[in-house]
């Protein structure tokens, strides 16, 4: 929900959800005014910004969020919802777990962190753990490299349009990779293969696992989109057309399979000094 952020989702197909789910979801795919793709981002992180921004800040919405992302492909129709709720306590989570007690009561006053930490712990104990289940995983400043592992360079959908020097002219950028979920688990599972034999447990084995068992989680039939977000807004027009980073760590993969180390080493360092160069924006002034 940050400006700076990426996004990788899962769209489930309508079948995998509940009866009551699938009514709600055909009804909210046929709203006129539900957001739209091209705002929703916006609409997330504005809800967010407002929440944070209250007196007290508010961590988490008081209700889950009935929006989703939404992708029809041959009449099928696929649903990724928000679940901005359930997001931001797993992100409060993590945040106050890994913030000292005196320095989270800046961010955050201590009776709302409890409240907080309370309504998660409710939810928890009355749901079983696929309600825990996000089908939205995000990542701010960078675009972690194993989220790379399930696509291939040809589902590359780049968008670059408009002109930011005239006024009244709106500007559309975006990078997207989108693929099958049948697809997205073969790469990831030949990567693990590959990693594994040549390299060891190394870092880099434990993140493309940790994504390749996320993805079992969901519909075999359902679509993996990775969303550059608004991680485009840190890349120059001629940097974002450049960014082959799918290809790129694909062909380091191959030329470890093959032998080829210092192809594979090459090709591997193009992408981690791109994304390093990116993440320093970070602590820049």
């Known amino acids: 929900m940050l400006p700076y952020a990426a996004y990788l989702r899962v769209y489930e197909p309508l079948v995998a959800f509940a009866p009551a789910e699938r009514v709600s979801w055909t009804a909210y795919a046929e709203t006129a005014d539900r957001p739209r793709r091209a705002s929703a981002l916006h609409a997330?992180?504005?809800?967010?910004?407002?929440?944070?921004?209250?007196?007290?800040?508010?961590?988490?919405?008081?209700?889950?969020?009935?929006?989703?992302?939404?992708?029809?492909?041959?009449?099928?129709?696929?649903?990724?919802p928000w679940q901005s709720r359930l997001r931001s306590w797993l992100a409060f989570s993590r945040f106050r777990g890994a913030t000292p007690p005196k320095l989270m009561e800046r961010f955050v006053p201590p009776a709302v962190a409890k409240q907080t930490a309370d309504d998660f712990d409710r939810f928890k104990r009355r749901t079983d753990s696929t309600a825990l289940r996000t089908h939205i995983r995000g990542s701010t400043w960078h675009v972690p490299t194993s989220w790379f592992v399930p696509f291939d360079g040809n589902e590359r959908w780049l968008v670059i349009d408009g002109d930011e020097g005239q006024k009244g002219t709106t500007t559309t950028r975006n990078l997207i990779y989108v693929t099958s979920m049948a697809h997205a688990r073969r790469?990831?599972?030949?990567?693990?293969?590959?990693?594994?034999?040549?390299?060891?447990?190394?870092?880099?084995?434990?993140?493309?696992?940790?994504?390749?068992?996320?993805?079992?989680?969901?519909?075999?039939?359902?679509?993996?989109?990775?969303?550059?977000?608004?991680?485009?807004?840190?890349?120059?027009?001629?940097?974002?057309?450049?960014?082959?980073?799918?290809?790129?760590?694909?062909?380091?993969?191959?030329?470890?399979?093959?032998?080829?180390?210092?192809?594979?080493?090459?090709?591997?360092?193009?992408?981690?000094?791109?994304?390093?160069?990116?993440?320093?924006?970070?602590?820049?002034?």
Request: glycine share 6%; charged share 25%; hydrophobic share 45%.
């Open 44 to 80: 997330e992180h504005g809800e967010a910004v407002r929440r944070l921004l209250g007196v007290p800040p508010a961590p988490a919405p008081v209700q889950e969020s009935p929006n989703a992302y939404l992708r029809r492909v041959e009449e099928v129709l696929y649903v990724c």
């Open 187 to 285: 790469r990831s599972a030949r990567a693990l293969q590959i990693i594994r034999r040549q390299v060891g447990e190394v870092s880099v084995t434990a993140e493309v696992e940790d994504v390749a068992r996320w993805l079992e989680e969901f519909h075999p039939h359902s679509l993996v989109e990775l969303d550059y977000g608004g991680i485009v807004n840190l890349m120059d027009d001629e940097t974002l057309q450049a960014d082959e980073s799918v290809a790129e760590l694909a062909a380091a993969l191959t030329g470890l399979e093959k032998g080829e180390e210092e192809l594979a080493f090459a090709m591997y360092q193009r992408v981690i000094l791109r994304w390093r160069s990116i993440q320093l924006l970070e602590s820049a002034n």
